[in-house]
């Protein structure tokens, strides 16, 4: 079947710095990988997706590349906001695999600090 | 704003009530999805609706009854519910459940059942 596993945190990190959150998968086809994001009170909102390997997504100063060879797609920003806090979700889709919908990890708490 | 709207946003039922939960999305798309996000856990896919016709369930207890009458509209029906069912029901929409396309996600409703 398809599965999604991502660091849980919480991660706590300091504004301006550094990102990465983890993100590997199994999937029965050739999956379109996704990176969701959750603010507080709200629903999920796309924040970057790639279709293919080796494509790059990229949005907001975030970037995650997807990588056939490890089966991950890493989120990654170069430098960290307080408004970046949110819950972080990767996940994935297959054409034609047999199961409609996303397949999404578990979710990874952000929390930026002043 | 994602153009899909729930409501309500939030809702406190007893055991033995009867609700309903409405979703509606101004996008065009042809597919919807009902989701449930119960803390610590992943999302959970629970019905896919492609062009009105219902092509998931992904073993959801008959307490949850969902309703599509056309390609904007879903709806949730909830009868006899228990306490673990308190959590965010989350809607979405994509252009079509057989590809793998990005969705689009509601604010959801917060469910409590006391």
């Known amino acids: 079947g398809n599965s999604v596993t991502q660091m849980e945190g919480p991660v706590t990190l300091s504004e301006e710095a550094f990102l990465t959150i983890n993100c590997t998968y199994t999937?029965?086809?050739?999956?379109?990988l996704f990176w969701y994001v959750q603010y507080p009170g709200e629903g999920l909102q796309l924040l970057l997706k790639?279709?293919?390997?080796?494509d790059k997504g990229s949005n907001k100063g975030f970037e995650a590349t997807y990588r056939k060879e490890t089966t991950s797609f890493h989120l990654e920003k170069g430098s960290v906001q307080v408004s970046d806090s949110a819950v972080y979700f990767c996940?994935?889709?297959?054409f034609g695999g047999g199961a409609d919908g996303l397949t999404f990890g578990k979710g990874t708490h952000l929390i930026i600090q002043p | 704003e994602t153009g899909v709207t729930q409501t309500p946003r939030h809702l406190v039922m007893g055991m033995t009530n009867k609700k309903s939960l409405k979703c509606e999305q101004h996008?065009?798309?042809?597919?919807m999805y009902w989701y449930k996000q119960s803390a610590k856990k992943p999302l959970e896919l629970m019905f896919v609706?492609?062009?009105?016709?219902?092509?998931e369930n992904n073993s959801v207890p008959s307490r949850f009854s969902p309703e599509c009458p056309n390609s904007s509209h879903l709806f949730l029906h909830l009868h006899t519910l228990q306490p673990e069912d308190s959590a965010l029901y989350l809607c979405?929409?994509?252009?079509?459940?057989?590809?793998?396309?990005?969705?689009?996600f509601g604010p959801g409703t917060r469910l409590t059942v006391t």
């Open positions: 996940a994935l889709s297959v």
């Open positions: 790639a279709t293919k390997a080796d």
């Open positions: 999937a029965t086809g050739y999956p379109s």
């Open positions: 609706y492609n062009f009105k016709e219902q092509t």
């Open positions: 996008l065009g798309h042809n597919a």
């Open positions: 979405a929409s994509s252009q079509d459940s057989g590809r793998s396309d990005e969705q689009y």
